[in-house]
T-cell receptor, first 116, second 108 residues
């Protein structure tokens, strides 16, 4: 069964360092998303990506964040200068709205980011 | 912009029923329901695309009232495996926003 894969599963970094989280969405999907979940809290939308550009972004997704689809398969989230409050689980998701009449979001297993 | 869920938490005994509500301040294109076990990614339960639609998945079903911009998730005869946090997701234009979640605990 196709799945969304994310790497790394866990990254520990120092405050101020740049971090890149990688995702490989399901190959025929068209929409890609990043979500963040601080430990014990709700899943928060960061950004959606379609047709090689950002479709929608939340107020959380400020200038320190960027996304890219560099090679047609990977979908990356870059955090330029990490802060303590960026510590969270980051989920990548993809879907193909209208396919099989569901538009189900397929989530990756998540990348846990710990900023020290 | 994110939907509002209620209640925040529910504790049930096995076999009891529960209802989780989700409401939005804006018109909904669709409503998704997901369940998340601790430390895992959210897992899709179902999507409701049209007002008045109801769907079922084993003993978990949901309804969507488009006019009221609300959806409800019904869990009947709960099992231990139903424990987790339930999120509703409301779909707008190119985004999906989740509610804060309802933590459901089913005890023997």
């Amino acid at each position: 069964e196709p799945e969304v894969t994310q790497t790394p599963s866990h990254q520990v970094t120092q405050m101020g360092q740049e971090v890149i989280l990688r995702c490989v969405p399901i190959s025929n999907h068209l929409y890609f998303y990043w979500y963040r979940q601080i430990l014990g809290q709700k899943v928060e939308f960061l950004v959606s990506f379609y047709n090689n550009e950002i479709s929608e972004k939340s107020e959380i997704f400020d200038d320190q964040f960027s996304v890219e689809r560099p090679d047609g398969s990977n979908f990356t989230l870059k955090i330029r200068s990490t802060k303590l409050e960026d510590s969270a689980m980051y989920f990548c998701a993809s879907n193909f709205p209208g396919q099989a009449d569901t538009g189900e979001l397929f989530f990756g297993e998540g990348s846990r980011l710990t900023v020290l | 912009q994110q939907p509002v869920q209620s209640p925040q938490a529910v504790i049930l005994r096995e076999g009891e029923d529960a209802v989780i509500n989700c409401s939005s301040s804006k018109a909904l294109y669709s409503v998704h329901w997901y369940r998340q076990k601790h430390g895992e990614a959210p897992v899709f339960l179902m999507i409701l695309l049209k007002g008045g639609e109801q769907k079922g998945h084993e003993k978990i079903s949901a309804s969507f009232n488009e006019k009221k911009q609300q959806s409800s998730l019904y869990l009947t005869a709960s099992q231990l495996s139903y424990s987790g946090t339930y999120f509703c997701g409301t779909e707008g234009y190119n985004d999906m926003r989740f509610g804060a979640g309802t933590r459901l605990t089913v005890k023997p």
